[in-house]
């Protein structure tokens, strides 16, 4: 049985850094894709980064890359999600997510996901 849940979330200025964690009870170490979702509210959710176990292949949304690093601790069955450089826009309830997948593509689209921990508040201010 799949179950996830997050910390980490919590106030930053902008500019400044957080590291999400996401334990990830049930998941594989191959052939799933782990992703970190964010909503606002109104708005859907928006897929930030994603990894596929296994390879380690990587996806980020071009509103985070080179500010976001997703990776994935096999031994401890964590997935991180390292935010620098935070931005007011960056403000949002952030969720991680899992899914079986045997191919390397891991989607954006949240309704390829099953699996959904509670989230967690991140907001960043000036």
């Known amino acids: 049985q799949v179950q996830l849940r997050e910390s980490g979330g919590g106030s930053v200025l902008a500019g400044g850094s957080l590291r999400l964690s996401c334990v990830t009870t049930?998941?594989?170490?191959?052939?799933?894709?782990l992703a970190w979702f964010r909503q606002v509210p109104g708005k859907g959710r928006e897929a930030v980064a994603r990894i596929k176990t296994g390879t380690g292949f990587t996806f980020y949304a071009d509103s985070v890359k080179g500010r976001f690093t997703i990776s994935r601790d096999n031994a401890e069955n964590l997935v991180h999600l390292q935010m620098d450089n935070l931005k007011l826009e960056d403000t949002a309830h952030y969720y991680c997510a899992a899914a079986p997948r045997t191919l390397q593509l891991c989607p954006d689209s949240s309704t390829f996901y099953p699996y959904w921990g509670q989230g967690t508040q991140v907001t960043v201010s000036s």
């Open positions: 049930g998941v594989a170490n191959v052939n799933y894709c």
